[in-house]
């Protein structure tokens, strides 16, 4: 199954880089995104392993836990798009996807 990123994932994934460069911990954000990456390839091969989010309470949008973060995407028959790398503790409206 392919996994396609929004613009809007992209630029998460890129500010947390950047916010933890800016604390002086590069290493930290490095190591964030690509575990991050790592734990969205599960995708491929098992789509629905997320929840449902709850903001939203649709099948059609889930989301991935990955501590502070959580990976927001729709699952589709052929293909997962990510849409969101948010903090867990940020409610998503309807306008960020």
Do not use: C, W
């Not at 604390?23 to 449902?52: A, K, N, W, Y």
């Amino acid at each position: 199954m392919n996994i396609s990123f929004s613009r809007s994932a992209v630029d998460d994934l890129k500010s947390i880089k950047e916010y933890y460069q800016e604390q002086s911990v590069p290493q930290i954000g490095q190591d964030f995104v690509v575990t991050i990456i790592e734990h969205i390839e599960t995708l491929s091969t098992h789509p629905d392993i997320g929840r449902v989010v709850p903001e939203f309470d649709d099948d059609s949008i889930r989301e991935l836990i990955h501590l502070p973060f959580r990976m927001v995407y729709l699952p589709e028959s052929e293909s997962v798009n990510i849409i969101r790398v948010r903090r867990s503790e940020r409610l998503l409206k309807l306008h960020d996807n």
